[in-house]
């Protein structure tokens, strides 16, 4: 509360709460899991001296419809109401996870749960969706470097790695969409990102041509998933992985000294930029 930027107005401070409303599927992304550390629960707050704060925030969706943002709103009409119901506060931050872009997103609801808490509190809402935003914006492309039979089972070994290029594949888990792009194998060494949705062959769950698909490293784990083509694999195929513009970009790793794949953009001609290029050096350079 000393900052000069507080004392002139143009810092609010906000408390992150936890609504103690579990609505999503997976436990690694649940910020309402009993001992969270993620947010303070009412209780906790009994009696607790709230002044310097104008603001509450809840982040606990992740990936969901707005049916799973309303429940948790009457959570913390429950809890957290009188509170918001109080002129010190003048914000609600209702955190991020709301798939908003999906055609199936009901953004009607939306628009009605944010009208209707502003009018009941008087407090201004916030929203902050990340993934939403960038959802089916990039793609990770793979090559088949080899093929292999072990115990009854077929794999392909990829110049890409679950463990340390996608591990929300490990950790969450996620199973992304692949799919094996025909236009492009003739040149293997041809342009880094494919587009023509027609030389897309999306990977199934199961069938005849099925591959356990595997990253380069050390960890027996790396383990992308299995996944049935419409014909054998060969090295030099070219596998697209959907969806890898958020979050798997800023998590990667260069462990076991996996080359990170280059970021490429590609323009609405179609022509590529590359923005950056990953090297020994970049891997060396972190450690030392
Ligand atoms: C506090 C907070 N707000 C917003 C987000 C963005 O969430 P999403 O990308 O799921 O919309 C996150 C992501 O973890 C977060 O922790």
């Known amino acids: 509360m000393a900052h000069p930027r507080y004392q002139s107005g143009e810092l609010h401070c906000g408390l992150r709460i936890n609504p103690q409303h579990s609505t999503g599927s997976t436990p690694l992304y649940d910020p309402c899991v009993a001992g969270s550390r993620l947010g303070i629960t009412a209780d906790q707050l009994e009696g607790v001296d709230l002044s310097g704060l104008s603001g509450l925030h809840f982040h606990t969706l992740c990936e969901q419809n707005s049916d799973d943002l309303e429940s948790t709103l009457d959570a913390v009409h429950q ?19 709301h798939w908003i872009t999906k055609p199936f997103y009901d953004r009607d609801r ?5 009208r209707e808490t502003r009018e009941r509190y008087g ?15 990039g793609v990770l492309r793979a090559r088949v470097i080899d093929v ?18 996608m591990p929300d594949v490990l950790e969450m888990p996620y199973r992304p969409d692949v799919y094996l792009v025909e236009a492009d194998n003739a040149n293997p060494s041809g342009p880094a990102v494919v587009i023509e949705a027609e030389s897309y062959h999306p990977a199934a769950e199961s069938g005849e041509h099925l591959y356990r698909l595997g990253g380069p490293t050390c960890l027996a ?18 596998l697209v992985f959907d969806d890898m513009a958020h979050y798997t970009m800023v998590k990667t790793t260069t462990f076991n000294g996996v080359p990170h794949p280059d970021i490429v953009l590609q323009h609405e001609d179609g022509t590529l930029e590359t923005i950056r290029e990953f090297t020994y050096e970049d891997f060396r350079d972190r450690l030392s």
């Open 110 to 114: 939306l628009v009605r749960l944010v």
């Open 123 to 137: 407090v201004e809402v916030w929203l902050e969706p990340g993934e939403a935003v960038a959802i089916h914006t």
């Open 148 to 165: 292999f039979e072990s115990a009854g089972h077929r794999l392909a070994i990829l110049d890409v790695s679950g463990t340390a290029h």
């Open 221 to 238: 784990g790396d383990v992308i998933g299995d996944y049935a083509f419409p014909r054998p694999l060969a090295p030099g195929d070219l």
């Open 79 to 97: 809890r957290f109401g009188h509170l918001l119901g109080s002129p010190q506060f003048t914000y609600l931050n209702m955190g991020g996870g």
